[in-house]
C-alpha cells in the first residue's frame, strides 16, 4: 500500500471526529498507545483528538507518515513552503549533513522528511561498502577439521566423540563481521520495512546481499555509547546517527498493536537556537568577532543543590570591545511586548556575564526584520538610588529577524546583510 503523507503545523489541533476522519482506527490506537510510550512529549491527547507540541519532524505509522512543520504567523498556511524551510533548517543545523556523500543527488523536496532520512542513510552505507568495511577482531567458536585456536575440552568431546577428525575451538577471526555493522544493518532493515520507494528498495536489497551479517542486538542508548571515535570509525559517524535516531525511536507493533511506529522529532526552540548560532558564527570572519555558546554559569547554591545561568549566544565584537547576549525565542510575544520572565532573564545575563546590551529574538516573517529598543531602569523603588554601578549598561530590547526569503530560508549574503544593518554600532567600519 502506497504511504501517505499529512502534513500539519505545530500546536495545530486534530480532530479523530469519524466524519472524514484522516486516520483509521488502528491509527489512531497507535497514537493513543504512542503517546504513552514517549510520555506525551510530542502531542498531548484531547477528548477526541490530538493536539501537537513544540516539536516539529516526522511520525510514522506503518503507511501513514505525519509531518509536522514549524510556523510563525497564524494565518500562514503554505505546508509546501514550511516543509522545505524545515529541510532547510535540519541541513542547516547539521541535523541533516550538506555535505555528505551522495547529498547532491537527492531530489525529493516533495516528498517527507522521514524519506530524505532514509535516501540519505542508503547512500551513507553504499559509500561505506565502497570504501571497504572496517575489520575487527572477534571471537568464534565451532567444529573445524583441522586444530586452530583454544581446544574447548568439554564441548569437543560432548560433539566429536565418534568424529576424530573434528575440533571444537575457540578462535581469533579479523573480518568485519562486527557489532558496529550490526547495529547498521538492523537500521537499515526498517528502513526496508518502511520505505515505499521502490528504487529506494532496491538499492536497500542490494545492500542487504552484501552486508554482513551478525547476531542481533538490544538496542540501549549505552550500546551507542560503546562505539569507538577513532580514524577507522570517523567515516562511519554519520550513518551512526541516523542510525541511533532510527532504532531508538522506533516501536514495532505497539504492545501487540498490528501499528508500528517511528518518530524523528526536533525541539524547534533548540532548533532555533542552533540555526541562528550558526547563522551568526559563519559571520565571524565578516565582523571580525567571536560567536560561541556558553557552559554555563552558577547563580545560587542552595541545600538541595545550585542553579545555572546559560544564554544561548554570546557575541565578543573585539574591534570595538563590546560583549552582547543573545536569547532566541522561536514563540513571538503579543503586540512585540515581551514576557516579563523574559526580561528578567535577560537582565541576569547582562549582570552575570558584564554584557553591554542583550537581545531577546524572536523569527518574523512577512516583513522587514526590526529590533525593539528599551532599557532596565536602575533606580529602587523607595529612594530612587541607583542599584547598579556607575555606567553599567542597562540597554536590551527585542529582535525580529526575518529567515524567509521568497518563500525560502535565508541564505548566507542576506543574513550578512542584515546582520550588519542591526548590530552596526557594534562593528567597526
Request: hydrophobic share 35%; proline share 2%.
Amino acid at each position: 500500500m502506497k504511504t501517505k503523507i499529512l502534513r500539519f503545523f505545530e500546536y495545530d489541533k486534530i480532530s479523530f471526529s469519524t466524519k472524514d476522519s484522516l486516520f483509521t482506527i488502528d491509527q489512531i490506537s497507535a497514537l493513543r498507545k504512542y503517546h504513552t510510550v514517549s510520555k506525551g512529549l510530542y502531542y498531548e491527547l484531547l477528548d477526541n483528538g490530538i493536539r501537537f507540541k513544540e516539536y516539529v519532524g516526522v511520525i510514522q505509522i506503518n503507511n501513514l507518515t505525519i509531518e509536522v512543520l514549524p510556523k510563525i504567523d497564524k494565518e500562514d498556511y503554505d505546508l509546501g513552503k514550511w516543509h522545505d524551510i524545515l529541510l532547510d533548517m535540519l541541513k542547516e543545523c547539521r541535523f541533516m549533513q550538506p555535505q555528505s556523500t551522495g547529498y547532491a543527488n537527492l531530489k525529493l523536496r516533495s516528498n517527507s522528511v522521514l524519506q530524505l532520512y532514509f535516501e540519505k542513510y542508503v547512500a551513507e552505507l553504499e559509500t561505506l561498502l565502497h570504501r571497504g568495511l572496517i575489520k575487527k577482531y572477534r571471537k568464534q567458536e565451532g567444529n573445524k577439521n583441522f586444530l586452530k585456536g583454544r581446544l574447548l575440552f568439554g564441548i569437543h568431546l560432548q560433539q566429536n566423540l565418534t568424529h576424530a577428525e573434528r575440533f571444537y575451538t575457540e578462535h581469533t577471526v579479523y573480518d568485519p563481521n562486527h557489532y558496529i555493522h550490526q547495529i547498521l544493518l538492523q537500521a537499515l532493515r526498517i528502513v526496508n520495512n518502511l520505505s515505499e520507494q521502490s528504487a529506494l528498495n532496491d538499492r536497500i536489497n542490494t545492500l542487504l546481499v552484501q552486508w554482513p551479517i551478525g547476531k542481533s542486538l538490544h538496542i540501549a542508548e549505552s550500546l551507542f555509547a560503546t562505539i569507538p571515535t577513532n580514524r577507522k570509525t570517523q567515516s562511519y559517524q554519520e550513518a551512526l546517527l541516523i542510525a541511533k535516531m532510527i532504532l531508538l525511536n522506533y516501536h514495532p507493533d505497539l504492545r501487540g498493536g498490528k501499528q508500528s511506529v517511528l518518530a524523528l522529532m526536533f525541539n524547534m526552540n533548540e532548533l532555533w537556537e542552533e540555526f541562528i548560532f550558526r547563522k551568526l558564527k559563519a559571520t565571524e570572519s565578516h565582523f571580525n568577532w567571536k560567536v560561541h555558546t556558553q557552559k554555563g554559569l552558577r547563580y545560587w547554591t542552595g541545600d538541595s543543590g545550585s542553579k545555572k545561568l546559560i544564554p544561548d549566544i554570546i557575541i565578543h565584537c573585539q574591534d570595538v570591545e563590546t560583549k552582547i547576549i543573545i536569547d532566541t525565542k522561536w514563540k513571538r510575544p503579543s503586540k512585540n511586548k515581551p514576557d516579563d520572565h523574559d526580561l528578567r532573564q535577560l537582565l541576569s545575563y547582562k549582570l552575570y556575564y558584564q554584557s553591554d546590551i542583550a537581545y531577546l529574538l524572536y523569527p518574523h516573517h512577512g516583513s522587514e526584520s526590526m529590533i525593539v529598543d528599551g532599557k532596565y531602569h536602575d533606580k529602587t523603588y523607595a529612594n530612587n538610588v541607583s542599584v547598579f554601578k556607575d555606567g553599567f549598561g542597562l540597554q536590551g530590547g527585542l529582535m525580529f529577524i526575518n529567515i524567509i526569503d521568497n518563500k525560502k530560508l535565508i541564505k548566507k549574503r542576506a543574513f550578512n546583510r542584515l546582520t550588519e544593518k542591526y548590530f552596526a554600532n557594534y562593528i567597526r567600519q
